[in-house]
């Protein structure tokens, strides 16, 4: 079945460390999102791709950096610049602008 | 940009009640979305509804363009449908999410 999986669903990170949340899709999508979703909020935009090798600014992105070498992979990474990163971050596919969203099931991060 | 709001933000409902959720744009609809996230955090794809109206058993939804709104009807609600529901919509960046209702069903 087709879908997007990340990894991993719980993720640990002490203070000053770099860490990589992994996104892949198998539906042939174009375009890739991540957001971040805190307690009793709505989803915000963090980066996201329309197409291999480029990518683009979300609302949030300071703290964060992503990469889109294939089509099927957008990782995200949490970098030390992240002051406040403890969140549940959801990576989301899409057939280009206008068609509707798939969601992962979404990676809970703590700092330590 | 586009900014989405939702009503009621909480709702409880006794099993086998009908409920409808709200929301409003301040933009022209593009490419509204209802969600559902579970109370583990998975998002599911609701409905895709620029315009009209769409069934999916006892879910169904509106979309008034014109007046920028959608509303999201639930019929016979069941405990299975608690949970967080969303609505979105794409201005000239990806899809802006409203801050939710969080539905509570009780048996």
């Known amino acids: 079945d087709g879908g997007i999986t990340q990894s991993p669903k719980y993720l640990f990170r002490k203070e000053g460390q770099n860490v990589t949340l992994s996104c892949e899709q198998n539906?042939?999508?174009?375009?890739m999102y991540w957001y971040r979703q805190d307690p009793g909020q709505g989803l915000r935009l963090i980066y996201y791709?329309?197409?291999?090798?480029?990518?683009q600014k979300g609302d949030i992105a300071e703290g964060y950096s992503v990469s889109r070498e294939k089509k099927e992979s957008f990782p995200l990474t949490v970098t030390s610049a992240q002051k406040n990163p403890t969140a549940f971050y959801l990576c989301?596919?899409?057939?280009?602008?206008?068609?509707?969203?798939?969601f992962g099931s979404g990676t809970r991060l703590t700092v330590v | 940009g586009i900014q989405v709001e939702q009503s009621p933000p909480d709702l409880i409902l006794q099993e086998g009640a009908n409920s409808t959720l709200r929301c409003n744009f301040s933009?022209?609809?593009?490419?509204l979305q209802w969600f559902h996230q579970n109370p583990w955090g998975q998002l599911i794809n609701l409905f895709y509804?620029?315009?009209g109206t769409k069934q999916n058993g006892r879910l169904s939804a509106t979309t008034v363009a014109t007046e920028r709104y959608s509303l999201l009807y639930i019929s016979s609600s069941q405990t299975t449908d608690s949970g967080v529901y969303f609505c979105?919509?794409?201005?000239?960046?990806?899809?802006?999410f409203g801050k939710g209702t969080r539905l509570s069903v009780i048996a």
């Open positions: 989301a596919s899409s057939m280009g602008d206008s068609g509707g969203y798939t």
């Open positions: 933009d022209s609809v593009n490419n």
């Open positions: 979105a919509d794409r201005g000239n960046t990806p899809l802006v």
């Open positions: 509804i620029p315009s």
């Open positions: 791709s329309q197409i291999v090798n480029d990518f």
């Open positions: 539906l042939n999508h174009d375009a």
